[in-house]
């Protein structure tokens, strides 16, 4: 069976430090994995995927399939990047997720 | 477009009731999906819908949980009789492939 590991349930920095949010899965297959971000009083909302590659608000995040790990990290933090982060894994065709514990990033003044 | 829109946005039941949490997917998605976050723990998948069918039940607790999708559109989620340990938050999210779920704001069911 899948699952998602996010080893840091608070993490904590100042502005314009850089941060790594930890996610670690176990799968057999090639998963696909997503970050998932709720801000205060908002609803989940999907942040980034391995597969577009791409950066959102300053974060990326990179397949590391020997090291089973999805780390997410943004170079100089903001205040509003607090908030609650979800590392995902979908097995392919299959739609369901899973999910880690979820890590609350607060990003001091 | 709408979001994926869940009702009600809270709800406090005493134990042995029963309480329905409804979702409204986005239109023209076929895949809905049911998840719950209980206290401090991480957001489990309950189950799958593809348009009215179930694709995949395997997440629900026990048979005190029943869902239903009414000709492939609204998702309603029934707990009957609720136990405290059913309290938690519950997710619907829908999807138009098996790829990105847009998710609801969730319900917050409190069982007292």
């Known amino acids: 069976a899948q699952r998602v590991t996010q080893p840091e349930k608070l993490l904590s920095v100042f502005k314009g430090a850089p941060v790594e949010l930890k996610c670690n899965y176990s799968y057999s297959g090639s998963p696909e994995l997503f970050w998932y971000v709720q801000y205060s009083r908002q609803r989940l909302q999907l942040l980034l995927r391995h597969i577009s590659r791409e950066s959102i608000k300053g974060f990326t995040a990179d397949l590391n399939k020997g090291e089973t790990s999805f780390h997410l990290k943004k170079p100089f933090a903001q205040e509003e990047d607090s908030a609650m982060y979800y590392c995902?894994?979908?097995?392919?065709?299959?739609?369901?997720?899973?999910f880690g514990d979820g890590t609350t990033l607060t990003v001091k003044p | 477009e709408a979001g994926v829109t869940q009702f009600p946005s809270h709800s406090v039941i005493e134990k042995g009731q029963t309480v329905t949490l409804r979702c409204d997917p986005i239109?023209?998605?076929?895949?809905l999906y049911w998840y719950r976050r209980v206290m401090g723990k991480e957001i489990k998948f309950l189950l799958h819908f593809v348009k009215e069918s179930k694709q995949d039940e395997s997440g629900m607790p026990n048979n005190r949980f029943l869902a239903e999708r009414t000709g492939g559109t609204y998702s309603t989620l029934k707990v009957q009789p609720a136990e405290l340990e059913d309290s938690g938050v519950y997710f619907c999210a829908s999807s138009q492939d098996f790829t990105e779920a847009f998710f609801g704001q969730g319900t917050r069911l409190t069982v007292v």
């Open positions: 995902a894994l979908i097995k392919p065709n299959a739609g369901k997720s899973t």
């Open positions: 239109s023209g998605h076929d895949n």
